[in-house]
């Protein structure tokens, strides 16, 4: 009896495993097939929505037909708002090697304020995904979703960042397991402590409902 527990318990790992390594694979594939910057963020997107499935105990759904029926379906909604955080990157980018050519009392003054906008920023693409598969919105409002998520619920996002540098440590250490893990493990890690803020917030709102009524 009980090695036939512990050989379900192995198989499911196993299961799990295949499972992220699969799905790593084709959000690599599909980022190919757009030629990365028109197909990072439909397979990113296409990633975190087959991840939630799994976390709401859909494991039995076939992976590449729904991976790829996502990434048709919000192709133009997914990459309008991937190329929204693009340019905020650029932004940002231009705005550091503009900042470090400065000199003298100014440079620390806006340094400072660029370092606390990155974070923020950081912040909102913790959560950008998350929200974006979880929610119905227009395409700015999942920028302020996630920016407000990010900001009232601190202890999420540091656990959520502590998770992410976990991720990447794996991945820069351990090359083989970043090529088959990077994407679904970190995808997976943020849904997932996304998934408990979003039940803990739905149960404080019907709490709060009850107490109204």
């Given at each position: 009896?009980?090695?036939?527990?512990?050989?379900?318990?192995?198989?499911?790992?196993?299961?799990?495993?295949?499972?992220?390594?699969?799905?790593?694979?084709?959000?690599?594939?599909?980022?190919?097939?757009?030629?990365?910057?028109?197909?990072a963020?439909?397979?990113?997107?296409?990633?975190?929505?087959?991840?939630?499935?799994?976390?709401?105990?859909?494991?039995?759904?076939?992976?590449?037909?729904?991976f790829?029926?996502?990434?048709?379906?919000?192709?133009?909604?997914?990459?309008?708002?991937g190329?929204i955080?693009l340019?905020i990157?650029?932004?940002?980018?231009?705005d550091?090697?503009?900042?470090?050519?400065?000199?003298?009392?100014l440079?620390?003054?806006?340094?400072?304020?660029?370092?606390?906008?990155?974070?923020?920023?950081?912040?909102?693409?913790?959560?950008?995904f998350?929200?974006?598969?979880q929610?119905e919105?227009?395409?700015?409002?999942?920028?302020?979703?996630?920016?407000?998520?990010?900001?009232?619920?601190?202890?999420?996002?540091?656990?959520?960042?502590?998770?992410?540098?976990?991720?990447?440590t794996?991945?820069?250490?351990?090359?083989?397991?970043?090529i088959?893990?990077?994407?679904?493990?970190?995808?997976?890690?943020?849904?997932?402590?996304?998934?408990?803020?979003?039940?803990?917030?739905?149960?404080?709102?019907?709490?709060?409902?009850?107490?109204?009524?």
């Open positions: 009896m009980e090695s036939s527990e512990w050989m379900g318990r192995f198989y499911g790992i196993c299961q799990w495993i295949t499972r992220l390594a699969f799905i790593n694979l084709l959000w690599l594939l599909f980022m190919v097939v757009g030629i990365f910057i028109f197909g963020a439909p397979s990113t997107v296409a990633m975190f929505t087959i991840i939630r499935k799994w976390l709401r105990g859909e494991t039995d759904i076939p992976i590449f037909s729904c790829w029926e996502t990434y048709k379906k919000e192709f133009w909604n997914a990459n309008r708002l190329f955080l340019g990157s650029i932004v940002l980018f231009l550091w090697r503009l900042i470090s050519s400065l000199q003298g009392s440079y620390p003054v806006l340094m400072g304020c660029l370092i606390g906008v990155v974070l923020l920023f950081l912040t909102v693409l913790l959560f950008i998350p929200v974006y598969v929610f919105y227009k395409t700015l409002h999942y920028i302020k979703a996630a920016f407000l998520l990010g900001v009232s619920y601190p202890l999420y996002t540091m656990v959520m960042i502590s998770a992410a540098i976990c991720v990447f794996i991945s820069i250490f351990f090359n083989g397991v970043g088959l893990f990077f994407g679904s493990g970190l995808s997976y890690v943020l849904m997932y402590i996304s998934n408990l803020l979003f039940s803990k917030i739905a149960k404080d709102f019907t709490v709060v409902v009850k107490k109204v009524l």
